[in-house]
């Protein structure tokens, strides 16, 4: 019997935008796109493609609170503590060390914590000041996952349907994932915003949301913060990717979204990065078509 045929070599296609929203005066949100391997990181545009194969791709979401500045402090640090971890964490890799994603994802949270409290405590005008942060680290075969606060991870299989990846560290956030209330007492409830988990913002214990989902081609997942789901539901959100009317289909998925959610809210800041697998040589869709 001749062996199975190998796992065909997978690529990775990303659009990625943010906007302040109709009503906001500045932006607090921001995301992040890496690529790396065991000498180099670099960082990545809004919209591209690459074999996922040599190098290990990071995206990222980051939703400041508590100050003007406190997204953007969030994502500096973010993206500074990632330069420095990530190479290490490739080279564990290459080494067979099962340490796993899990103690490094620990490691940074951690270290992101204990910066914006630092901040908090040192600063009188970041007295406060907390970041939700949910983040993608895409390899050949998986794609591991960390997240605090309440942006959000969904994973669009290719086999169909849409799943939040990551818990909401809120309590209507628990009251929905427990059947409590469903998704449309979620979104209306007085306390959706009021997050128990944050990264600074006052709280001295977190416990970051893990896990890995095994990559097919075909798949999708978007990273996106509260803002894009105060204006889409999840089926808004299905629809949109995978069934766009031919005017939503000429326009790039991560601009889809926010279009779409500014314009049926817009009361908050908006972020959307929207990640494809596919088998590497396949023939990608026109710029701004659908997938």
Known sequence: MPPPAPNPPLQ???TGGTHVGKFRQNNEDAFLALTFNARDVHFLGKIGEAPLATDDFIFAVSDGMGGAQAGEFASRITVDKLTKLMPRAYRSGLAGIE???????QELFSEIHRALIYLGETYEECRGMGAT?????????????????DSRIYYLPAAGGIKQLTHDHSHVGWLF?????NEREARTHPRRNSLQMALG?????????LGSVGLEPGDNFLLCSDGLTDGLWDKNILQLLRDPTPAEALIPPAQRLLEAALDRSGKDNITAVMVEVSETGST????????
């Open 12 to 14: 990775l296609r990303w």
């Open 99 to 105: 340490a796993g994603f899990t103690d490094l994802f």
């Open 133 to 149: 942060l949910s983040l993608a680290w895409f390899t050949p075969g998986w794609m591991y996952f960390a997240h605090i606060g």
């Open 177 to 181: 994932r427990t059947g409590r209330i």
């Open 201 to 209: 913002s006052g709280h001295q214990f977190i416990d970051p949301h």
């Open 284 to 291: 990608p869709p026109p710029e701004g078509t659908a997938s």
